[in-house]
């Protein structure tokens, strides 16, 4: 068992089985030209906002929830609830009451003035039609805690980075099957968790629409950050010393 991780004193190490994992790896222009092909593919992905009434499969839906279930979580505790519906009844009711709300945020001010002037470029508005043109709508909620049948709750652990990451997965999942989304978040978004009949101990996190983009779709024009602009490699030289206790030399 990893011997590293086992010091003798602390009592809650190699309590657990294992099992032998090999990663596969590649020589270094495969690795490279496996990563190029994959940003290709990524790049490729945009948010959508005018879809498509094509029929999408459960099967196409289960399996990206798979994939996006494989994600990393906090103790293993796999802290996320894909619901699904392709009931048009379902659907008409998430789109009515996501209207709604965003009525109020778009017209009534409860957006301020600077969030509003900030997502102009995306064209965006109060009406939701497409809530209602997609075959499916997956709404992803966080479970906050575990709730057990005796009425114990269990906590869950870094539940928003835990279903960040699923939600990233399921997007990118989707994207490689040829299916469009976009990561709404109608605001507030309460009202999912009665209208989905969810329990208290689960929160509405990401709303997706889910299709395949309208033949005639467009997108805004927007531009990524380039590498430079995200990534800044450490300079030892310039760095802050404050705690910084280098062990060699
Ligand atoms: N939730 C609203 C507003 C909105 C907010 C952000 I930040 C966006 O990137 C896009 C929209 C809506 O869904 O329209």
Redesign the pocket.
Known sequence: MPGDTFDGEYPYTDVGEYVEYRQPSYGEAETLERGREFLALMDGRRSVRQFSDKPVSRAAIDVAIQAASTAPSGAHLQPWRFVITEDPMVKRAIREAAEEE?RV?YLDGR?PED?QRD?AR?G???RKPYLETVPWIVVLFEERYRQFDDGARGKNYYVKESVGIAAGMFITALHTMGLATLT????PMAFLTKLLGRPGNERPFILFPIGYAADDAVVPALERKRLDEVMIEVDTSTMGTEGFNPVSS
């Open positions: 965003e945020n957006m969030w997502i995306l965006t508005g109060w709404h978040t109608p605001s």
